[in-house]
Protein backbone atom coordinates (compact mmCIF):
# COMPACT_ATOMS: atom_id res chain seq x y z
CA UNK A 1 0.00 0.00 0.00
CA UNK A 2 1.00 3.96 -0.46
CA UNK A 3 2.83 4.62 2.34
CA UNK A 4 1.31 7.93 2.42
CA UNK A 5 -1.66 6.26 3.26
CA UNK A 6 0.02 4.42 6.00
CA UNK A 7 -0.79 4.19 10.04
CA UNK A 8 2.46 6.37 10.60
CA UNK A 9 1.86 9.46 7.60
CA UNK A 10 -1.49 10.39 8.84
CA UNK A 11 -0.40 10.23 13.04
CA UNK A 12 2.61 12.33 11.79
CA UNK A 13 0.68 14.79 9.67
CA UNK A 14 -2.20 15.07 11.83
CA UNK A 15 0.17 16.09 14.88
CA UNK A 16 2.16 18.54 12.48
CA UNK A 17 -1.26 20.14 11.95
CA UNK A 18 -2.33 19.66 15.47
CA UNK A 19 1.31 22.07 16.51
CA UNK A 20 0.15 24.47 13.81
CA UNK A 21 -3.12 25.42 15.08
CA UNK A 22 -2.29 25.51 18.40
CA UNK A 23 0.72 28.13 17.46
CA UNK A 24 -1.93 30.08 14.89
CA UNK A 25 -4.62 29.97 17.84
CA UNK A 26 -1.80 31.51 20.32
CA UNK A 27 -1.02 33.97 18.18
CA UNK A 28 -4.96 35.33 17.10
CA UNK A 29 -4.89 33.98 13.69
CA UNK A 30 -8.14 31.78 14.47
CA UNK A 31 -9.46 31.40 10.76
CA UNK A 32 -5.99 29.44 10.55
CA UNK A 33 -6.25 27.81 13.58
CA UNK A 34 -9.92 26.11 12.40
CA UNK A 35 -7.91 25.49 9.13
CA UNK A 36 -4.87 23.26 10.23
CA UNK A 37 -7.02 22.33 13.39
CA UNK A 38 -9.81 20.41 11.07
CA UNK A 39 -6.60 19.22 9.47
CA UNK A 40 -5.27 17.67 12.14
CA UNK A 41 -8.91 15.81 13.49
CA UNK A 42 -9.38 14.66 9.52
CA UNK A 43 -5.81 12.58 9.49
CA UNK A 44 -5.72 11.78 13.17
CA UNK A 45 -9.21 10.30 12.34
CA UNK A 46 -8.05 8.05 9.36
CA UNK A 47 -5.14 6.91 11.50
CA UNK A 48 -7.81 5.52 13.75
CA UNK A 49 -9.53 3.98 10.92
CA UNK A 50 -6.54 2.65 8.83
CA UNK A 51 -5.50 1.24 12.38
CA UNK A 52 -8.41 -0.91 12.02
CA UNK A 53 -8.46 -1.82 8.41
CA UNK A 54 -7.08 0.28 5.97
CA UNK A 55 -10.08 -0.11 3.66
CA UNK A 56 -11.94 1.96 6.20
CA UNK A 57 -11.03 4.93 4.45
CA UNK A 58 -11.92 4.00 0.82
CA UNK A 59 -14.02 6.58 -1.09
CA UNK A 60 -16.92 4.20 -1.87
CA UNK A 61 -18.28 5.84 -5.27
CA UNK A 62 -17.81 4.90 -8.32
CA UNK A 63 -15.13 2.24 -9.22
CA UNK A 64 -14.02 -0.34 -6.02
CA UNK A 65 -10.46 0.21 -7.78
CA UNK A 66 -9.78 1.87 -4.18
CA UNK A 67 -10.62 -0.86 -2.28
CA UNK A 68 -8.46 -2.97 -4.51
CA UNK A 69 -5.61 -0.26 -3.83
CA UNK A 70 -5.97 -0.24 -0.23
CA UNK A 71 -5.78 -3.90 0.00
CA UNK A 72 -2.22 -4.41 -1.65
CA UNK A 73 -4.10 -5.86 -4.67
CA UNK A 74 -3.76 -3.54 -7.24
CA UNK A 75 -2.26 0.22 -7.56
CA UNK A 76 -5.11 2.66 -8.36
CA UNK A 77 -4.55 4.97 -11.05
CA UNK A 78 -6.17 8.14 -8.67
CA UNK A 79 -6.02 7.89 -5.15
CA UNK A 80 -8.78 8.64 -3.40
CA UNK A 81 -9.83 8.25 0.16
CA UNK A 82 -12.75 10.02 1.89
CA UNK A 83 -13.03 13.21 3.32
CA UNK A 84 -13.11 14.60 7.23
CA UNK A 85 -17.11 14.48 7.54
CA UNK A 86 -16.96 10.76 6.60
CA UNK A 87 -14.13 9.68 8.37
CA UNK A 88 -16.04 11.59 11.64
CA UNK A 89 -19.53 10.04 10.40
CA UNK A 90 -17.16 5.89 9.96
CA UNK A 91 -15.64 6.54 13.60
CA UNK A 92 -19.63 7.36 14.63
CA UNK A 93 -20.46 4.17 13.91
CA UNK A 94 -17.61 2.24 15.28
CA UNK A 95 -18.88 4.58 18.74
CA UNK A 96 -15.13 5.79 18.75
CA UNK A 97 -16.63 9.19 18.58
CA UNK A 98 -19.81 10.49 19.78
CA UNK A 99 -21.95 13.39 18.01
CA UNK A 100 -20.19 16.46 18.76
CA UNK A 101 -22.05 19.99 17.24
CA UNK A 102 -19.03 21.55 17.59
CA UNK A 103 -17.02 19.21 15.73
CA UNK A 104 -19.22 19.15 13.11
CA UNK A 105 -18.82 23.02 13.19
CA UNK A 106 -14.71 22.69 12.79
CA UNK A 107 -15.15 20.47 9.87
CA UNK A 108 -17.60 23.18 8.33
CA UNK A 109 -15.22 25.93 9.15
CA UNK A 110 -12.44 24.32 7.72
CA UNK A 111 -14.01 23.54 4.65
CA UNK A 112 -15.85 27.06 4.32
CA UNK A 113 -19.25 25.83 4.09
CA UNK A 114 -19.57 27.85 7.98
CA UNK A 115 -17.61 31.34 7.59
CA UNK A 116 -17.19 33.21 10.60
CA UNK A 117 -17.07 36.94 10.88
CA UNK A 118 -14.71 38.00 13.92
CA UNK A 119 -12.80 35.07 14.29
CA UNK A 120 -14.09 34.14 17.94
CA UNK A 121 -16.38 31.28 17.09
CA UNK A 122 -12.71 29.64 15.51
CA UNK A 123 -11.18 30.48 18.64
CA UNK A 124 -14.05 28.72 20.84
CA UNK A 125 -13.10 25.58 19.06
CA UNK A 126 -9.84 24.95 20.84
CA UNK A 127 -11.07 22.31 23.78
CA UNK A 128 -13.31 20.48 21.05
CA UNK A 129 -9.46 20.03 19.09
CA UNK A 130 -8.02 18.97 22.54
CA UNK A 131 -11.39 16.74 23.07
CA UNK A 132 -11.21 15.11 19.82
CA UNK A 133 -7.23 14.38 20.02
CA UNK A 134 -7.46 12.90 23.33
CA UNK A 135 -10.37 10.59 21.97
CA UNK A 136 -8.70 9.27 19.16
CA UNK A 137 -5.35 8.60 20.70
CA UNK A 138 -7.29 6.73 23.88
CA UNK A 139 -8.74 4.37 21.18
CA UNK A 140 -4.92 4.24 19.23
CA UNK A 141 -3.09 4.17 23.03
CA UNK A 142 -0.72 6.28 22.42
CA UNK A 143 0.32 8.94 25.39
CA UNK A 144 -0.92 12.26 24.64
CA UNK A 145 2.40 13.92 25.08
CA UNK A 146 3.98 11.97 22.85
CA UNK A 147 1.33 13.69 20.70
CA UNK A 148 0.84 17.21 21.22
CA UNK A 149 4.63 17.55 22.78
CA UNK A 150 5.51 21.31 24.54
CA UNK A 151 1.16 21.99 23.60
CA UNK A 152 0.57 19.04 26.06
CA UNK A 153 -0.14 21.46 28.73
CA UNK A 154 -2.60 23.37 27.02
CA UNK A 155 -4.20 20.76 25.13
CA UNK A 156 -4.94 19.16 28.90
CA UNK A 157 -6.18 22.69 30.26
CA UNK A 158 -8.49 23.33 27.26
CA UNK A 159 -10.75 20.53 28.40
CA UNK A 160 -10.41 20.23 32.15
CA UNK A 161 -14.00 20.05 32.97
CA UNK A 162 -12.89 20.79 36.92
CA UNK A 163 -12.03 24.57 36.13
CA UNK A 164 -13.80 27.13 35.37
CA UNK A 165 -13.87 28.03 31.69
CA UNK A 166 -12.52 31.70 32.56
CA UNK A 167 -9.51 30.35 34.26
CA UNK A 168 -8.59 27.40 31.43
CA UNK A 169 -9.09 30.53 28.86
CA UNK A 170 -6.11 32.19 30.74
CA UNK A 171 -3.95 29.47 31.59
CA UNK A 172 -4.28 28.26 28.02
CA UNK A 173 -3.30 31.85 26.69
CA UNK A 174 -0.46 31.97 29.09
CA UNK A 175 1.06 28.65 27.81
CA UNK A 176 0.42 30.30 24.23
CA UNK A 177 2.47 33.47 25.55
CA UNK A 178 5.50 31.27 26.75
CA UNK A 179 5.77 29.63 24.00
CA UNK A 180 5.77 32.77 21.81
CA UNK A 181 8.53 34.02 24.28
CA UNK A 182 10.22 30.94 23.66
CA UNK A 183 10.27 30.80 19.94
CA UNK A 184 11.57 34.62 19.78
CA UNK A 185 14.91 33.76 22.29
CA UNK A 186 15.36 30.16 20.73
CA UNK A 187 19.25 29.82 19.68
CA UNK A 188 19.96 33.09 22.33
CA UNK A 189 22.18 31.84 25.20
CA UNK A 190 20.67 31.69 28.52
CA UNK A 191 22.18 35.02 30.36
CA UNK A 192 21.13 36.97 27.21
CA UNK A 193 17.16 35.39 27.75
CA UNK A 194 17.70 36.82 31.22
CA UNK A 195 19.56 39.96 30.58
CA UNK A 196 15.80 40.32 27.89
CA UNK A 197 13.44 39.38 31.00
CA UNK A 198 15.20 41.97 33.66
CA UNK A 199 14.85 44.97 31.10
CA UNK A 200 11.78 47.29 31.85
CA UNK A 201 10.39 48.04 28.43
CA UNK A 202 8.88 51.07 29.35
CA UNK A 203 11.22 51.93 31.62
CA UNK A 204 9.12 52.82 34.71
CA UNK A 205 7.89 51.22 37.89
CA UNK A 206 4.66 52.92 37.85
CA UNK A 207 2.99 56.12 36.74
CA UNK A 208 -0.24 57.47 38.41
CA UNK A 209 -2.52 59.50 35.79
CA UNK A 210 -4.73 62.11 37.65
CA UNK A 211 -7.44 64.48 36.86
CA UNK A 212 -7.41 67.96 38.18
CA UNK A 213 -10.43 69.87 39.46
CA UNK A 214 -10.57 73.14 40.91
CA UNK A 215 -10.40 71.74 44.72
CA UNK A 216 -8.07 68.16 44.62
CA UNK A 217 -6.46 65.84 42.00
CA UNK A 218 -8.69 62.40 41.32
CA UNK A 219 -6.82 59.88 40.30
CA UNK A 220 -8.11 58.29 37.27
CA UNK A 221 -5.62 55.06 36.86
CA UNK A 222 -2.23 53.57 37.80
CA UNK A 223 0.17 51.93 35.98
CA UNK A 224 2.76 50.28 37.42
CA UNK A 225 5.01 47.06 35.96
CA UNK A 226 4.75 43.27 37.74
CA UNK A 227 6.23 40.25 36.43
CA UNK A 228 4.47 38.65 33.84
CA UNK A 229 2.68 35.26 34.53
CA UNK A 230 3.86 33.90 31.25
CA UNK A 231 7.05 34.64 30.73
CA UNK A 232 8.30 36.54 33.75
CA UNK A 233 9.30 39.51 31.79
CA UNK A 234 8.03 43.26 33.44
CA UNK A 235 4.80 43.29 32.25
CA UNK A 236 2.59 46.38 32.63
CA UNK A 237 -0.17 46.49 35.10
CA UNK A 238 -3.45 48.59 35.06
CA UNK A 239 -5.31 49.77 38.28
CA UNK A 240 -8.45 51.64 38.96
CA UNK A 241 -9.67 53.66 42.05
CA UNK A 242 -12.43 51.68 43.39
CA UNK A 243 -12.78 54.15 46.64
CA UNK A 244 -10.39 56.62 48.69
CA UNK A 245 -10.50 58.21 51.97
CA UNK A 246 -8.10 60.35 54.13
CA UNK A 247 -5.60 57.85 53.94
CA UNK A 248 -5.12 56.51 50.99
CA UNK A 249 -6.77 54.87 47.93
CA UNK A 250 -8.43 51.24 46.88
CA UNK A 251 -7.22 49.95 43.59
CA UNK A 252 -8.73 47.00 41.82
CA UNK A 253 -6.15 45.41 38.85
CA UNK A 254 -8.05 46.11 35.41
CA UNK A 255 -5.52 44.84 32.61
CA UNK A 256 -2.00 43.28 31.78
CA UNK A 257 -0.10 43.29 28.73
CA UNK A 258 3.26 41.78 28.37
CA UNK A 259 5.41 43.63 25.45
CA UNK A 260 7.70 40.23 25.46
CA UNK A 261 5.40 37.69 25.22
CA UNK A 262 2.38 39.54 24.40
CA UNK A 263 0.18 37.95 26.67
CA UNK A 264 -3.33 40.47 27.52
CA UNK A 265 -5.26 39.91 30.44
CA UNK A 266 -8.52 42.72 30.17
CA UNK A 267 -10.33 42.21 33.81
CA UNK A 268 -10.15 41.70 36.99
CA UNK A 269 -11.60 38.39 36.76
CA UNK A 270 -8.97 37.11 34.17
CA UNK A 271 -5.61 38.82 36.10
CA UNK A 272 -6.86 36.98 39.04
CA UNK A 273 -6.88 33.31 37.34
CA UNK A 274 -3.50 33.91 36.30
CA UNK A 275 -2.59 33.18 39.57
CA UNK A 276 -0.18 36.34 39.00
CA UNK A 277 1.17 38.27 42.69
CA UNK A 278 -1.26 41.46 42.47
CA UNK A 279 1.09 42.36 45.96
CA UNK A 280 4.44 42.98 44.31
CA UNK A 281 3.31 45.61 42.12
CA UNK A 282 5.01 48.77 42.00
CA UNK A 283 2.36 51.16 44.28
CA UNK A 284 2.78 53.85 46.22
CA UNK A 285 2.08 52.95 49.82
CA UNK A 286 -0.55 55.41 50.56
CA UNK A 287 -2.09 52.98 47.70
CA UNK A 288 -3.82 49.24 48.08
CA UNK A 289 -5.00 46.69 46.05
CA UNK A 290 -8.81 45.05 46.12
CA UNK A 291 -10.78 42.15 44.38
CA UNK A 292 -13.80 44.34 44.83
CA UNK A 293 -16.35 45.60 42.32
CA UNK A 294 -15.65 47.46 39.84
CA UNK A 295 -16.28 51.02 38.37
CA UNK A 296 -19.75 51.30 36.79
CA UNK A 297 -17.86 52.94 33.42
CA UNK A 298 -14.11 52.73 33.63
CA UNK A 299 -12.56 55.55 31.38
CA UNK A 300 -11.77 54.28 27.69
CA UNK A 301 -7.62 53.82 28.47
CA UNK A 302 -7.10 51.24 26.13
CA UNK A 303 -3.93 52.87 24.67
CA UNK A 304 -1.35 54.29 27.19
CA UNK A 305 1.62 55.99 26.22
CA UNK A 306 4.32 56.79 28.93
CA UNK A 307 7.27 58.42 28.01
Known amino acids: MDDSLSFESFREAAMM????????????????????????????????????????????????????????????????????????????????LAPDQQLDLLIEVRNGVAHTTSGEQAKSLLPTLAQTVETLLKDLGGPLNA???????????????????IYRDVQVRIRQAKHRFDDRVVGLSVAT????????????????????????????????????????????????????????????????HCTLCALDLNSPEEIKASGVDVGAAMIPASMSISWGPTLPAAPDISEIHVN
Open 17 to 96: AAHRAMDDHGRGHYDEFALHAGVAVERLAKAVLVSKNPIYIAEMKGSAEMLFHLGGHRTAKKVRTIGASEAIARLRMLEI
Open 147 to 165: FWGRWTSAARMAVDDKRSQ
Open 193 to 256: KEQILQENPDGIRSVSITSSSSSHDELLILVSTISCPACGGHARFKLLPVSSSAVGVCLIPDAL
